[in-house]
């Protein structure tokens, strides 16, 4: 009973070391993707801070040469 026990107990450590392996991986892509994200937000703002400049000389946001200034900036 207690070789079973052993067993027991060493297939939950596994699991729990398993468990922690992979929580800390899922934690650093969690953060990756939050930082991508934070980067993805800062660089739209800036995009639309440019367009908001830009649009009063351009007779319609979508014109290629804004989509190009856009995309240089």
Avoid at 43 to 58: A, C, G
Avoid at 59 to 65: A, Q, S, V
Wanted: proline share 5%; net charge positive; charged share 20%.
């Amino acid at each position: 009973a207690s070789k079973e026990y052993a067993a027991q107990k060493q297939q939950l450590e596994n699991r729990c070391q398993n468990l922690s392996v992979w929580f800390q991986a899922m934690r650093g892509q969690f953060l990756a993707a939050k930082a991508e994200r934070q980067w993805l937000e800062h660089v739209v703002q800036k995009k639309q801070q440019v367009i908001e400049v830009l649009v009063p000389y351009y007779p319609h946001p979508l014109t290629p040469d804004l989509q190009y200034a856009i995309e240089l900036y």
